[in-house]
């Protein structure tokens, strides 16, 4: 059991972003947090919503709807909020901070929650100017300046990220200054292979390329070409197309932040590893979101680093408390005009209960897989409103026989078939001894 937080001590938390913050608000919940916290994070804005930069790009909000909270709200609560520097060494036996400015901060407990940076092609021609990756306010402003220029724009990923930088170059490029032209490169033969089968990514595929995008799959990046002074001009594909690009953003995957927690002496593998406490290899420093391992696992998606959140306040405030455990998670694409919800395996096996509706009319689609009654994936595209019922059900592992016709109609409807069979006795399962 951790010690309890002493009236003393000092919390700092590296990082600024999502993950950092939320810490910081499930902490203020509580009275028995660390009396003092200090948050340091590099970039000069305070905390914002980084799931938010893709509509903010396309237009479809205002830069002041994606912060988190204002400056001042950290001052109002007694926290204090170092921005615009960046932690260079941690001096473990000491306890003490070093940032870029030169300041050194002490702490009794740290928090690590750096983050990740986008995963930079080996390919020659990287370095040129104009290439771009799409993680922050930054990365924004200059895409947004990019795309008023028009011109070509290649992005490199056929993922959730990649779909949705070029749909927000498109709509960018739409509405304000010459036409832009962008090119959208996937790796595999379809989009978004790891959560769409192959009609739910064709129909998202279509949609896309009505809208004005140009998607090339199969296309494995071979070099970047540049011009005398420097900058991009084009895209060489390993089958020998050449693309023209003035703009590339490349939003292939993220790399964690694990630099200072290595430099420091930690436990690293691919990323800061913790157990099940979100605790280092040290046990007064701890590591939270994309920069963290957990049992050979890292992380991109807000659902686990919210529950990690969870446990890590619990711990920070002394409690006793259930660790940290991976749980599935579901897949929505953020891309105005296109609903999508996806869970568990892509595949089916020759053991698995397909169950699959196709109205290419309405662009409806949805595909379930169940064995021996209980649901173990689901992609649906179109009308997703049952998406979120449907997981409930998965991750409850409710025996759904019951109200298998009625699964591809609508939740209510099959909800009402699962109340009708377990309040009737005769139709319950019987199950069988151990």
């Known amino acids: 059991m951790h010690p309890a937080p002493h009236e003393t001590e000092h919390l700092v938390i590296i990082g600024n972003g999502m993950a950092g913050h939320r810490l910081v608000e499930a902490l203020l919940k509580r009275s028995d947090h660390p009396a003092r916290i200090t948050v340091i994070g590099d970039e000069s804005a305070a905390a914002y919503n980084r799931i938010l930069l893709s509509p903010w790009l396309a237009g479809e909000m205002e830069r002041d709807a994606l912060t988190l909270r204002e400056a001042a709200w950290y001052a109002d609560h007694g926290i204090e909020l170092v921005l615009g520097e960046r932690v260079t060494s941690i001096g473990r036996a000491e306890r003490r901070l070093t940032t870029d400015a030169g300041r050194t901060f002490d702490y009794h407990r740290l928090v690590l929650a750096t983050g990740s940076r986008p995963t930079m092609p080996d390919v020659p021609g990287i370095e040129l100017r104009g290439v771009h990756g799409f993680r922050d306010l930054e990365d924004v402003a200059t895409l947004t300046e990019a795309a008023e220029q028009g011109g070509h724009a290649v992005v490199i990923g056929g993922g959730l990220l990649g779909l949705e930088a070029a749909e927000g170059l498109r709509k960018t490029g739409q509405s304000k200054g010459p036409s832009l032209d962008v090119s959208l490169l996937q790796r595999s033969s379809r989009l978004m292979n790891r959560q769409l089968d192959a009609t739910a990514a064709g129909l998202l595929e279509a949609e896309l390329v009505s809208r004005g995008l140009r998607i090339h799959t199969e296309a494995r990046l071979a070099a970047l070409e540049g011009n005398e002074a420097g900058r991009v001009v084009a895209v060489h594909l390993e089958d020998g197309r050449r693309l023209a690009a003035d703009c590339v953003v490349v939003a292939a995957g993220i790399t964690p932040n694990a630099e200072l927690g290595q430099r420091a002496g930690l436990d690293v593998d ?123 059900q998965a991750q409850a592992g409710s025996d759904l026989t019951a109200c298998r016709q009625a699964l591809l109609l609508g939740s209510a409807d099959a909800n009402a078939l699962l109340e009708a069979n377990d309040s009737d006795p005769a139709q319950r399962p019987v199950k069988e001894a151990a």
């Open 270 to 392: 691919r990323a800061i590893v913790v157990d099940d406490t979100l605790t280092t290899s040290d046990a007064s420093i701890h590591a939270l979101g994309e920069c963290c391992q957990f049992e050979g696992t890292t992380y991109g998606l807000v659902e686990p680093i919210w529950r990690q959140v969870e446990v890590l306040a619990a711990v920070l405030c002394g409690d006793d408390v259930a660790g940290f455990r991976e749980q599935p998670s579901a897949t929505k694409l953020k891309i105005s005009g296109i609903s999508l919800f996806a869970f568990g395996p892509i595949e089916a096996d020759p053991d698995h209960d397909v169950l699959a509706y196709h109205d290419p009319e309405q662009g409806d689609y949805r595909r379930l897989l169940l064995r021996a009654g209980r649901l173990e994936g689901a992609i649906l595209y179109g009308d997703t409103d049952m998406g979120p019922w449907l997981f409930t």
